[in-house]
T-cell receptor
Framework: DGGITQSPKYLFRKEGQNVTLSCEQN?????MYWYRQDPGQGLRLIYY???????QKGDIAEGYSVSREKKESFPLTVTSAQKNPTAFYLC?????????????FGEGSRLTVL | KQEVTQIPAALSVPEGENLVLNCSFT??????LQWFRQDPGKGLTSLLL?????REQTSGRLNASLDKSSGRSTLYIAASQPGDSATYLC?????????????FGAGTQVVVTP
């Protein structure tokens, strides 16, 4: 089955630690995105990548880093510089030949800072 | 900057009633508007996508309308069922945005009681 796999589903982090969230897709989609969701707020874009080895900052990139070495994979690192990392993180992908804006989402990763 | 608002934030209806969910946006220069469903702790599932040139889209019991000039969209769910209980989010893609850069509302949490 084609889809987007995020792991881990739940992650706990101590303050000062970096953590990496995994996102893998087998949809052969060109573009991938990371969104952050906080209670009572809409999703906010962290980073996105439309092609391998290239990515752009979204609206809230500070304290995060990404890489896009393979088309299928777009991992997100939450660094110790991110002041309030506790949130629900969603990865999405989009085929550039598809309907513009029609994103497919993974099941999310919930990060809690202890 | 595009702002997307969904009112009310929460809604409870008895089974069988029709649901009416509202979404407003401040910048009418949109490429499309999309409605998503999110179950607790899960990712987003696309329900309907309306292109800016369209007035409405329908899928089964769901109907979404778009009035770009007034910056409004409405999602109608006919004959609600307990399985419709979820959070519904709307998102717009602006005409100057890269593909996949969506601006989300905070969502309306719906509870359908048996």
């Amino acid at each position: 089955d084609g889809g987007i796999t995020q792991s881990p589903k739940y992650l706990f982090r101590k303050e000062g630690q970096n953590v990496t969230l995994s996102c893998e897709q087998n949809l052969n989609h060109d573009a991938m995105y990371w969104y952050r969701q906080d209670p009572g707020q809409g999703l906010r874009l962290i980073y996105y990548s439309q092609i391998v080895n290239d990515f752009q900052k979204g609206d809230i990139a500070e304290g995060y880093s990404v890489s896009r070495e393979k088309k299928e994979s777009f991992p997100l690192t939450v660094t110790s510089a991110q002041k309030n990392p506790t949130a629900f993180y969603l990865c999405a992908s989009f085929g550039l030949a598809g309907v513009p804006g029609e994103l497919f989402f993974g099941e999310g990763s919930r990060l809690t800072v202890l | 900057k595009q702002e997307v608002t969904q009112i009310p934030a929460a809604l409870s209806v008895p089974e069988g009633e029709n649901l009416v969910l509202n979404c407003s946006f401040t910048d009418s220069a949109i490429y499309n508007l999309q409605w998503f469903r999110q179950d607790p702790g899960k990712g987003l599932t696309s329900l309907l996508l309306i292109q800016s040139s369209q007035r409405e889209q329908t899928s089964g019991r769901l109907n979404a309308s778009l009035d770009k000039s007034s910056g409004r969209s409405t999602l109608y769910i006919a004959a609600s069922q307990p399985g419709d209980s979820a959070t519904y989010l709307c998102a717009v893609m602006g005409t100057t945005d890269s593909w996949g850069k969506l601006q989300f509302g905070a969502g309306t949490q719906v509870v359908v009681t048996p």
